[in-house]
C-alpha cells in the first residue's frame, strides 16, 4: 500500500500568511484529497462541537455573571439612594440643632 500524506495546508503561530502542507502520514481520503487523523472532516467536526459546547457554557456564564453585576448595581444604587437620604437627615438635624443653640445663645459650661 502506498503511503500519503496529509494534504491539509497548516499556518504557523503568528503567520497568517505562509503555510505549508502537514505532510504527516494520512489516514483518510476525503473529497479527492489525502487528510491525517488531525485534519480529517470527523476530527474536525469533534474539535468544533466541542468548542462550540464550551463557548455556549461560557457564555451562560458570563450572562448569568452580567445578570449579578446589574442586580449589584441596583442594590448599590438603592443604598446610595438611602444613604443620601440618612445624610441629609443627619444634616438637617445639625443644623436645626445649630440654629437652636445660636438662636437661644446658650452657654455651654466648660
Known sequence: MEKHECEERVYPPGNAFHHYQCGKNA???ENGKWYCGIHNAEAVANRKAKSDA??????RNLDEKNRKHKEMQKLLKAAEKW?????MHHTTDLYNACTTYFERKIVIPD
Not at 464550551?54 to 457564555?59: F, H, N, Q, R, T
Open 27 to 29: 489516514k483518510s481520503y
Open 54 to 59: 464550551k463557548y455556549a457554557e461560557y457564555s
Open 83 to 87: 444613604m443620601d437620604a440618612q445624610t
